[in-house]
């Protein structure tokens, strides 16, 4: 198994510029979290899905932040317009079912905004 | 906020046991205690996960109080490869997941 993937690796962008990153979880598993983490405020949940439904957005810092996913291989966490706060590494993960915290972590997306 | 709190940082001798501990007094009786690691610039990793009784698995032993107000991970044989920030959580169904800044342990040849 490949585990969690998530693209890009790196970004690095601009002010005012829309970022998305991706996330493909592992075949089979149900439920799908993104987090940010910073120096400042540790590691963050942000939204997490199951069953492709979101449960729990209460983590998104405000409007600019959407995440989504179509299908149960896919979810993408898009920021519109970015700002230099949003500089962070953002994590991906996914768990077998939603009553676990036996959650699987991508390798993260490590976003630079300018 | 986290629920569990641990001690910022540890050392420890390679090749000798490391006691990571954590205190969730506020812990409720059907939330489970769980470890997780952070490698530097890698996402975090389960280790372990636990209710009432002890645990064992390949990487590490979890030992749990008989009151559940706290627990401690056990790394038998740190390496140096064990170096990192040891992530103590707790919760149920539903809940938030909240990380702590944890312990970063540091593996010492």
């Known amino acids: 198994d490949a585990g969690v993937i998530q693209s890009p690796r790196h970004e690095v962008t601009e002010m005012g510029q829309e970022v998305t990153l991706r996330c493909k979880p592992i075949?089979?598993?149900?439920?799908l979290f993104w987090y940010r983490q910073t120096m400042m405020r540790g590691l963050e949940l942000l939204i997490y899905?199951?069953?492709?439904?979101?449960?729990?957005d209460s983590g998104m810092p405000e409007d600019r932040f959407s995440a989504k996913m179509p299908n149960a291989s896919f979810s993408t966490l898009k920021i519109q317009p970015s700002e230099p706060r949003d500089s962070a590494v953002y994590f991906c993960a996914s768990s077998p079912n939603q009553g676990t915290r036996e959650q699987f972590f991508g390798p993260g997306t490590r976003l630079t905004v300018l | 906020d986290a629920k569990t709190t641990q001690p910022p940082s540890m050392d420890c001798a390679e090749g000798r046991a490391a006691n990571l501990p954590c205190n969730h007094s506020t812990i409720s009786g059907n939330e489970y205690v769980y470890w997780y690691r952070q490698i530097h610039s890698q996402g975090p990793q389960y280790i372990i996960h636990?209710?009432?009784n002890n645990e064992t698995n390949e990487m590490a032993s979890l030992i749990i109080t008989e009151d559940r107000k706290s627990s401690t991970l056990i790394l038998p044989h740190a390496t140096l490869r064990d170096t990192a920030v040891y992530y103590c959580t707790s919760g149920n169904y539903g809940q938030n997941f909240v990380f702590g800044p944890g312990t970063r342990l540091s593996v010492l040849p």
């Open positions: 636990g209710l009432k």
């Open positions: 075949s089979g598993h149900n439920s």
């Open positions: 899905f199951n069953n492709n439904v979101p449960i729990d």
